[in-house]
């Protein structure tokens, strides 16, 4: 890999890891979740966004951001998943903690080690099913289920999922590691392991659709595509953009043609606590550069 990649990832990875300990300083009870999110967003003068901040509380694992005058705040007792992501021209860093509002450290605790295990295991010529069963033996020790249908992913520029999927399980898939960037993400539950789709989430990405009928859709069309390209995107951002009424109707408009895609808010299968660890790393043959240390 370039060494000019390799830097762009590492400084993505040093500001991502500050959004997550500013995170960790500020989510405590009663602060709501557009605070978090405003002063994590602050990061994006330095390098821009990946994706929007994943506010994901106990069985909600993933694609949970706030709305704009979004009045959910943490509740003592919560599991608090931050999840963030930033790009250095386009190289891209994807890291994610679990915040215990409650006393549930081993199922944070599990995560964690099954995190540390995976990258121990991983590296250039290993099949990913050795790397998912690192990351489940550690889990089920801890007497707890990895989520099976939720992955880490390879990393490339301006793509967020792409190649490769790191399972956080044992699977039946032969895909063999090469050099490049991951994040690993394992997702730990008290629960029956497996998440659902439930509503529709504030996160967006660009679809193939018929274009719009309304020039002002496809001016925000336009810029979606010169702001973020392949990125996901949050509606609150085209609200700041354009306006709510704008803003508002145009995402629906491009859903409808098919032009946006939206993501659905995930939850644990049988409601179970979901803690979740993640690292990017790059997988190099000369040995692993882990950007996102914390």
Known sequence: MDEEIINNYKEAGKIAVRMLSRAREIVKPGVKYTKV?????????EAKPAFPINISVNSIAAHDTPKINDERSFEKGDMVKVD???????????????????????????????????????????????????IENV???????????????????????????????????????HEGAYAIEPFTTNGAGYVV??????????????????????QVLKWI??????LPFAKRWIIQKFGPVEGSLSINELVKTGSLHNYPILREGSNGLVAQTEKTIIVLDSGNIVTTSF
């Open 139 to 177: 889990i089920k020790s801890y007497g707890f289920m990895p989520i099976i249908n939720l992955t880490g992913h390879e990393l490339k520029k301006y793509e967020l999922h792409a190649g490769l999927n790191i399972p956080n399980t044992k699977t039946r898939e032969q895909n063999t590691i």
């Open 37 to 45: 999110v405003e002063e994590l967003e602050k990061f994006y003068e």
């Open 225 to 230: 595509e010169e702001e973020y390209k392949t």
């Open 197 to 218: 789709e439930t509503k529709s989430s504030e996160i967006f990405s660009l679809s193939s659709g018929a274009n719009p009928r309304r020039q002002k859709a496809r």
């Open 84 to 134: 963030v992501g930033v790009h250095v021209n386009g190289y891209i860093a994807d890291t994610a903690i679990t915040v215990d509002l409650g006393d549930n450290s081993d199922l944070v605790k599990a995560s964690k080690e099954a995190l540390s295990a995976a990258i121990d295991t991983i590296k250039p010529g290993v099949n990913t099913r050795d790397v998912g069963e690192a």
